[in-house]
């Protein structure tokens, strides 16, 4: 079943403490990102990839970290947690823009409280 | 930059019409996108406009009007199961970014 997994779907942690959101792909997909969801505010882009090894920053990059070293897998990396990072995040993943409609699919989801 | 805007909440009938509306301003354009999102779940594609006209995809149509800014998601015989967010996206002339509007919550009742 083509997919986008995430992992974990929930969790809860405290300001400072290092934490990795992965998020795999099975769609041998060459475009992923990762968006976060806020009350009001809708999704924004944190980071995305064009492909292995060449990633940009989105609109709401600062406190987040990416790396894109497998075609598949494309981690979030928060390397000193703060409450204002407690979100919904959703990880996406498409053919490429240029391809077909660029329509994303998404991950289900990861709930991220910081304390 | 991009500013997207479309309504916060809309509420409908079972069986009616709605159309929700979405306005965007933006330096260049390269593509709208209607996503529906449940509650509590991840958003799934439901149309793309690239040219201006209306696109239609059985109860869901989407209009496009590159002049005007403007977009509408069209939803015909309602059901309760349409009860969902729906969000307008707009991609960026690069093709590397979708800015999305905040959603429109719309309720369907009964």
């Known amino acids: 079943e083509a997919q986008v997994t995430q992992n974990p779907r929930y969790l809860i942690t405290v300001t400072g403490k290092k934490l990795t959101v992965t998020c795999s792909q099975n769609?041998?997909?060459?475009?992923m990102s990762w968006y976060r969801q806020d009350p009001g505010l809708g999704l924004r882009q944190i980071y995305y990839?064009?492909?292995?090894?060449?990633?940009d920053k989105g609109d709401v990059p600062e406190g987040y970290k990416v790396s894109r070293k497998e075609k598949r897998n494309f981690p979030l990396i928060l390397e000193s947690p703060s409450p204002n990072q407690t979100s919904l995040y959703f990880c996406?993943?498409?053919?490429?823009?240029?391809?077909?409609?660029?329509?994303?699919?998404f991950g289900e989801g990861s709930r991220l409280t910081v304390l | 930059g991009q500013n997207i805007d479309q309504p916060t909440e809309m509420t409908a009938t079972e069986g009616a019409i709605v159309q929700i509306n979405c306005t965007y301003q933006?330096?260049?354009?390269?593509?709208l996108f209607w996503y529906q999102q449940h509650a509590g779940e991840a958003p799934t594609f439901l149309s793309y406009n690239v040219l201006d006209g209306l696109e239609e995809k059985g109860r869901f149509s989407s209009f496009l009007s590159r002049s005007k800014g403007y977009s509408y998601l069209l939803l015909k015989e309602l059901q309760m199961k349409d009860s969902a967010s729906y969000l307008c996206?707009?991609?960026?002339?690069?093709?590397?970014?979708?800015?999305f509007g905040a959603g429109t919550i719309l309720r369907v009742k009964s």
């Open positions: 996406a993943s498409s053919l490429g823009p240029g391809l077909h409609t660029g329509e994303l699919f």
């Open positions: 933006t330096s260049g354009f390269n593509g």
């Open positions: 990839s064009m492909n292995v090894e060449v990633t």
């Open positions: 996206a707009v991609r960026d002339p690069g093709g590397n970014k979708l800015v």
């Open positions: 769609m041998n997909h060459e475009y």
